[in-house]
């Protein structure tokens, strides 16, 4: 039931240094949209995902899958889904004050990272088990909370590997279960194109909230 906790105890100024280190590498990852077309070693990706699979989770129930495509037919089909939901969205479903909002982003539409970037990783959210033996459905718990946990590991760990991600959520995005075949009781949580930056990319000239606005301590 119970097994030793594998703890090392730091000194304080090794844990300042860890935590400079790591504040600072993180503090360079940015969003990216223009991807390069030269390939991931899918080694890299496994370890990133095996990194993401160490997250805590609701009952240690684990509500995540992850699928790698790299094959530019499937690319290609989730491109032109996602184009055509997301026309749909820009044209017609978005609030004007949305779209104010996204103009300091520069997106639209056009979705040609989904073919351009090497890999797509694209993470589902397991809403239930099925007891093989009963045949009974057993909902999985703070699987939402889990999953967001689990995509901010594989985004640090991709991070640290050198290797550039965006976050995308095309909407609505159920086409991502029926592509790639998964079963009922996954939905698509985001969808992570994965490789290295075009040459001179650009990124939208982007703050983050200084701590102060975002920490009170009490
Ligand atoms: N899913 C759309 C729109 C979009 C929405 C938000 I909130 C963003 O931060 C960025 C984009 C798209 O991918 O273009």
């Known amino acids: 039931m119970y097994a030793p906790l594998d703890f090392v105890r730091l000194q304080p100024d090794e844990q300042r240094d860890r935590l400079r280190a790591f504040y600072e590498l993180m503090s360079r990852r940015r969003t990216v949209r223009d991807f390069s077309t030269e390939p991931v070693p899918l080694e890299l990706v496994e370890l990133a995902i095996a990194t ?11 509500p995540w899958r992850f699928v790698v495509v790299q094959d530019p037919e499937i690319k290609q089909r989730i491109r ?4 055509a939901e997301e026309r749909i969205s820009y044209e017609r479903r978005m609030p004007e004050k949305w779209l104010r909002r996204l103009a300091a982003l520069g997106t639209d539409w056009h979705k040609p990272f989904l073919e351009v970037a090497p890999c797509l990783v694209v993470v589902f959210r397991v809403d239930y088990e099925i007891d093989v033996a009963t045949g009974e459905r057993e909902g999985t718990y703070y699987a939402t909370e889990s999953v967001g946990i689990a995509v901010g590991l594989l985004i640090s760990a991709l991070h640290s590997a050198g290797l550039a991600t965006l976050t995308h959520n095309p909407s609505p995005m159920r086409f991502l279960g029926e592509i790639l075949d998964r079963p009922k009781n996954e939905t698509p949580f985001v969808l992570l194109p ?17 701590l102060g606005e975002i920490l009170s301590i009490r």
């Open 194 to 210: 994965v490789g290295y930056p075009a040459e001179g990319a650009m990124v939208p000239d982007l703050a983050r909230k200084p």
């Open 80 to 83: 032109e889904a996602a184009e």
């Open 52 to 62: 993401a699979g160490t997250a805590p989770s609701g009952a240690n129930v684990q």
